[in-house]
């Protein structure tokens, strides 16, 4: 059974850091696209980050030169990154393939950029 389990968030001041962290299981990791997604009060969801099989990766506008998306084989795990945090960065995030293909989401970790 594939299982995403996302940890990490917490409340931030801007201009702060965190650091996510997605553990999976179920999935052959080092054979697929992987990337973390968000979903802001009152907004759909979108994804900021994703990280190839080989390892390339590419970011949203709005994240570029602020989070940086790595993950570890041995660990099979997905990590995100995050500097410079701005009150619009709040919401749940998520990981999950990319791209979706019906797998359940997590419960996502909650970040919280205030002052």
């Known amino acids: 059974q594939v299982q995403f389990v996302e940890s990490g968030g917490g409340l931030v001041q801007p201009g702060g850091s965190l650091r996510l962290s997605c553990a999976t299981s179920g999935i052959d990791f080092r054979r697929i696209d992987m990337a973390w997604y968000r979903q802001g009060p009152g907004k759909q969801r979108e994804r900021v980050a994703t990280?190839?099989?080989?390892?390339?990766?590419n970011y949203a506008d709005s994240v570029k030169g602020r989070f940086t998306i790595s993950k570890d084989y041995a660990k099979s795990t997905v990590y995100l990154q995050m500097n410079s945090l701005k009150p619009e960065d709040t919401a749940v995030y998520y990981c999950?393939?990319?791209?979706?293909?019906?797998?359940?989401w997590g419960q996502g970790t909650q970040v919280t950029v205030s002052p």
């Open positions: 990280i190839s099989s080989g390892g390339s990766t």
């Open positions: 999950n393939l990319d791209p979706l293909r019906g797998i359940p």
